[in-house]
């Protein structure tokens, strides 16, 4: 891989771990919800998922399809947790998808420092 691919899925992989974040927070926020609130809360936290899943499929050109299928598995599997209302189980699925993006990054972290350009 060269240093120009490395840089950009790296950039890719960490602007995942970003937004990750964002819906980690709505995770945490949704636990607070009651009724009509709720229902809205998790429309929007869904609908949060679906845009990272687009993003995804942009980022799958320099992060590898493979990589980018098996993040995507794990949001749905966020979100069918939002679905049924188990917070607990959403955000261990999340903490999953957050050591997938991790793991990825880290691979083009590694080249990056080898070629002393972090």
């Given at each position: 891989?060269?240093?120009?691919?490395?840089?950009?899925?790296?950039h890719?992989?960490?602007?995942?771990k970003?937004?990750?974040?964002l819906?980690?927070?709505?995770?945490?926020?949704?636990?607070?919800l009651?009724?009509e609130?709720?229902e809205?809360?998790?429309?929007?936290?869904?609908?949060?998922?679906?845009?990272?899943?687009?993003?995804?499929?942009?980022?799958s050109?320099?992060?590898?399809?493979a990589?980018?299928?098996?993040?995507?598995?794990e949001?749905?599997?966020?979100?069918?947790?939002?679905?049924?209302?188990?917070?607990t189980k959403a955000?261990?699925?999340?903490?999953?998808?957050?050591?997938?993006?991790?793991?990825?990054?880290?691979?083009?972290?590694?080249?990056?420092?080898?070629?002393?350009?972090?």
């Amino acid at each position: 891989m060269d240093r120009k691919q490395a840089n950009l899925a790296f950039h890719h992989s960490e602007r995942l771990k970003s937004n990750l974040f964002l819906v980690s927070a709505a995770l945490d926020r949704l636990a607070t919800l009651k009724a009509e609130r709720l229902e809205g809360g998790k429309e929007v936290t869904k609908g949060v998922c679906e845009a990272l899943r687009t993003e995804l499929n942009m980022d799958s050109r320099y992060i590898g399809p493979a990589k980018t299928n098996a993040i995507e598995g794990e949001l749905l599997g966020v979100e069918a947790e939002i679905e049924t209302q188990d917070y607990t189980k959403a955000r261990e699925r999340l903490a999953q998808t957050f050591s997938q993006v991790t793991t990825v990054s880290n691979e083009y972290i590694k080249v990056l420092m080898d070629e002393d350009l972090i």
